[in-house]
């Protein structure tokens, strides 16, 4: 693995008033490996054979077809026998700003920027064919088994460019103990997608494209997966006050619209909250000697919406997937359309509602620091297709609709630890955090009877319950076995766990599983 770096970092002070900032960075990798990935390769080496030598009558020339489907993970670790891939990455990186700091407002200044990005992906696949071996000592003959066949060379090509502008007005002003920042900012973001791959069987160990076969060949094709282009604007207000450094809240709001969005749908507004109180800053705790240890005693909270749309992929669009399944006409194969589902114009964004509330306390100027806090998330409108079904007449199936919800609530403890030792300067810090998500509402068919609506509804449910049996002790004999009241599989032997009976039918099945860890 290779990796180069470039970055530039220019900063300028045009006129008096006004800054100009160019940042620029390049990076450049490449990976190569071969053709296997590295966790299929260890998943072959925990399958093989304990007693199977890598080479067939251990000699290096031939390599054992082993009992693993031939799934010998020796060649898979080397490029000259198996083939390789060979990923590039090339990544610029680009922005200009200029701030105007106007002169007759104070605390006022304007800003500018433009953003350009691009990301390009250049991505080799070498899948090379080779034989595998089987030794019959009776006649001292090795019987080939061709692996990987026929060699096979992929390039694919993946460019990515992105833009983005912004403006925006800041406001900054202090008056006696009161501190306003104010933020009014528009901006509109750019991205794209495209991508092409060749493709073409191998007769001769050479790895380029030119030199492939005619048949099952593919030039200049794509992944239709991989084009697209979406566009996003928004528009986002801040209000900052703070008084005497003790009572602090911040306002603000986002109104965005994005390009996968119908045009009934297209925008959402996503306020937030936050709230700040340091009562180690009051009179009478300054004035208690008591408190004296305690350097800074906060408490905060906040409340916000943000909004999702990377699942929408204009599904307010009617139209035609092509190419689809296709027909056979006078001997050529002819691909064919198929209809996209009925397209939802008022599918549009999932919200996520997410709150907390924290204690931060810092002792001893920092010989002793903890922060306590607790959070939920809520997230409405996710993604989710209706159980109601159209008759197959229709020829389409029904587009998704904003119907699911869930949520993850927890708490996050941290403790701290800062001093100075001579000219050292250290910190210490341990985390713990604990959340645990649960589904609000599944869109589900209705159960057929109460037992599969109670194993199976997902509604008002915690989403990593794992369901079981339970052990109710061990057969120490057959005796106990043969006397047992409950039926046991025929094959059960002394030393096998005694399962629970749960529903007390006198019989050990599925219908005895139960939630056995929350």
Same mark, same amino acid.
């Given at each position: 693995?290779?990796?180069?770096?470039?970055?530039?970092?220019?900063?300028?002070?045009?006129?008096?008033?006004?800054?100009?900032?160019?940042?620029?960075?390049?990076?450049? !990798?490449?990976?190569?490996? &071969?053709?296997?990935?590295?966790?299929?390769?260890?998943?072959?080496?925990?399958?093989?054979?304990?007693?199977?030598?890598?080479?067939? *009558?251990?000699?290096?020339?031939?390599?054992?077809?082993?009992?693993?489907?031939?799934?010998? &993970?020796?060649?898979?670790?080397?490029?000259?026998?198996?083939?390789?891939? %060979?990923?590039?990455?090339?990544?610029?990186?680009?922005?200009?700003?200029?701030?105007?700091?106007? &002169?007759?407002?104070?605390?006022?200044?304007?800003?500018?920027?433009?953003? @350009?990005?691009?990301?390009?992906?250049?991505?080799?696949?070498?899948?090379?064919?080779?034989?595998?071996?089987?030794?019959?000592?009776?006649?001292?003959?090795?019987?080939?088994?061709?692996?990987?066949?026929?060699?096979?060379?992929?390039?694919?090509?993946?460019?990515?460019?992105?833009?983005?502008?912004?403006?925006?007005?800041?406001?900054?002003?202090?008056? !006696?103990?009161?501190?306003?920042?104010?933020?009014?900012?528009?901006?509109?973001?750019?991205?794209?997608?495209?991508?092409?791959?060749?493709?073409?069987?191998?007769?001769?160990?050479?790895?380029?494209?030119?030199?492939?076969?005619?048949? !099952?060949?593919?030039?200049?094709? /794509?992944?239709?997966?991989? #084009?697209?282009?979406?566009?996003?604007?928004?528009?986002?207000?801040?209000?900052?006050?703070?008084?005497?450094? %003790?009572?602090?809240?911040?306002?603000?709001?986002?109104? $965005?619209?994005?390009?996968?969005?119908?045009?009934?749908?297209?925008?959402?507004?996503?306020?937030? #909250?936050?709230?700040?109180?340091?009562?180690?800053?009051?009179?009478?705790?300054?004035?208690?000697?008591?408190? $004296?240890?305690?350097?800074?005693?906060?408490?905060?909270?906040?409340?916000?919406?943000?909004?999702? !749309?990377?699942?929408?992929?204009?599904?307010?669009?009617?139209? @035609?997937? @092509?190419?689809?399944?296709?027909?056979?006409?006078?001997?050529?194969?002819?691909?064919?359309?198929?209809?996209?589902?009925?397209?939802?114009?008022?599918?549009?964004?999932?919200?996520? %509602?997410?709150?907390?509330?924290?204690? $931060?306390?810092?002792?001893? %100027?920092?010989?002793?620091? /903890?922060?306590?806090?607790?959070?939920?998330?809520?997230?409405?409108?996710?993604?989710?297709?209706?159980?109601?079904?159209?008759?197959?007449?229709?020829?389409? $199936?029904?587009?998704?609709?904003?119907?699911?919800?869930?949520?993850?609530?927890?708490?996050?403890?941290?403790?701290?630890?800062?001093?100075?030792?001579?000219?050292? *300067?250290?910190?210490?810090?341990?985390?713990?955090?604990?959340?645990?998500?649960?589904?609000?509402?599944?869109?589900?068919?209705?159960?057929?009877?109460?037992?599969?609506?109670?194993?199976?509804?997902?509604?008002?449910?915690?989403?990593?319950?794992?369901?079981?049996?339970? /052990?109710?002790?061990?057969?120490?004999?057959?005796?106990?076995?043969?006397?047992?009241?409950?039926?046991?599989?025929?094959?059960?032997?002394?030393?096998?766990?005694? @399962?629970?009976?749960?529903?007390?039918?006198?019989?050990?099945?599925?219908?005895?599983?139960?939630?056995?860890?929350?």
């Amino acid at each position: 693995y290779n990796r180069y770096n470039l970055s530039s970092n220019l900063n300028s002070r045009i006129k008096k008033n006004i800054v100009l900032d160019l940042n620029l960075s390049a990076i450049v !990798d490449e990976k190569n490996q &071969p053709f296997q990935d590295a966790w299929w390769v260890i998943r072959n080496i925990w399958r093989q054979n304990p007693t199977e030598t890598v080479f067939a *009558n251990d000699d290096p020339n031939y390599i054992l077809h082993t009992q693993n489907e031939g799934a010998n &993970p020796y060649p898979m670790t080397y490029k000259d026998i198996s083939g390789y891939k %060979k990923l590039q990455n090339k990544l610029f990186r680009s922005s200009l700003s200029v701030t105007y700091n106007v &002169p007759f407002i104070a605390g006022l200044r304007a800003k500018g920027l433009y953003s @350009y990005d691009y990301d390009m992906s250049d991505y080799t696949t070498y899948r090379k064919q080779y034989n595998q071996y089987t030794y019959n000592a009776a006649n001292e003959t090795y019987t080939p088994r061709t692996l990987q066949s026929p060699s096979r060379l992929r390039k694919d090509f993946i460019n990515t460019p992105a833009t983005l502008g912004q403006f925006s007005l800041n406001y900054d002003k202090r008056l !006696d103990k009161h501190n306003i920042q104010l933020l009014a900012l528009v901006e509109e973001r750019m991205r794209s997608r495209n991508n092409f791959f060749a493709q073409r069987n191998l007769s001769i160990p050479l790895d380029q494209i030119y030199a492939g076969d005619n048949d !099952d060949q593919q030039i200049a094709s /794509a992944n239709p997966d991989l #084009i697209w282009k979406e566009v996003r604007r928004g528009y986002v207000g801040r209000i900052n006050y703070g008084f005497d450094n %003790k009572y602090l809240i911040e306002l603000s709001g986002r109104y $965005d619209g994005s390009s996968l969005n119908s045009p009934a749908k297209r925008w959402g507004f996503f306020p937030a #909250i936050l709230m700040g109180y340091r009562i180690s800053e009051e009179k009478f705790w300054k004035d208690a000697p008591a408190l $004296d240890f305690i350097n800074m005693l906060k408490f905060r909270g906040g409340y916000g919406i943000t909004g999702d !749309d990377d699942f929408l992929q204009y599904q307010y669009l009617s139209g @035609y997937n @092509y190419p689809a399944v296709g027909s056979v006409f006078g001997g050529t194969l002819v691909n064919g359309a198929a209809i996209m589902p009925i397209p939802n114009p008022y599918l549009t964004w999932m919200e996520s %509602k997410m709150a907390n509330f924290a204690i $931060d306390l810092e002792a001893w %100027k920092g010989l002793f620091g /903890a922060t306590f806090e607790i959070f939920r998330r809520e997230r409405t409108g996710l993604a989710a297709k209706s159980i109601y079904s159209l008759p197959g007449v229709i020829g389409a $199936d029904i587009g998704q609709e904003n119907l699911n919800s869930d949520e993850r609530k927890g708490f996050e403890v941290e403790l701290n630890h800062r001093n100075r030792v001579g000219e050292f *300067n250290y910190t210490v810090k341990a985390i713990y955090s604990y959340s645990r998500g649960r589904n609000l509402f599944v869109q589900s068919v209705k159960a057929g009877n109460s037992y599969l609506n109670w194993l199976n509804n997902r509604n008002d449910r915690y989403n990593d319950i794992w369901w079981g049996y339970s /052990a109710d002790g061990v057969f120490q004999s057959y005796d106990e076995f043969f006397n047992s009241p409950v039926y046991y599989n025929k094959n059960t032997l002394p030393g096998d766990y005694k @399962y629970l009976d749960w529903n007390e039918d006198g019989v050990i099945n599925t219908l005895d599983t139960h939630p056995i860890s929350y």
